[in-house]
């Protein structure tokens, strides 16, 4: 009777071990799970933010861009007035020298 006793108890023994065995593969691969659960939240976060800095990077290269285009045709305008000021300032030279040219 001592003899299965302790048998029994040896079994209880043996099956509590492989409880507390399986309770530990369990929380672990719980574990795993959440902390591979927890990368895909952050690496998503991660795309996002990353995809924000690229439309705010093309967003300010748009801006430049069109600041770039405005600042060529200011270039341009000021250019045509100067040739027109040129063209102005020559043919009041001419004048001047025509008139001149009559007064003696």
Not at 16 to 42: C, G, I, P
Not at 47 to 68: I, W
Request: aromatic share 0%.
């Amino acid at each position: 009777a001592a003899e299965a006793a302790a048998k029994a108890e040896q079994a209880e023994q043996k099956a509590s071990m492989r409880e507390a065995s399986l309770a530990a593969r369990e929380s672990s691969r719980a574990a795993r799970s959440e902390e591979k659960a927890a990368a895909r939240v952050a690496a998503k976060e991660a795309d996002l933010a990353a995809k924000a800095r690229r439309q705010t990077a093309k967003e300010e290269a748009a801006v430049a861009r069109a600041s770039s285009q405005r600042a060529k045709s200011e270039a341009r305008e000021l250019e045509a007035a100067e040739a027109k000021a040129r063209a102005a300032m020559a043919a009041a030279a001419e004048r001047a020298a025509s008139l001149e040219a009559e007064l003696q």
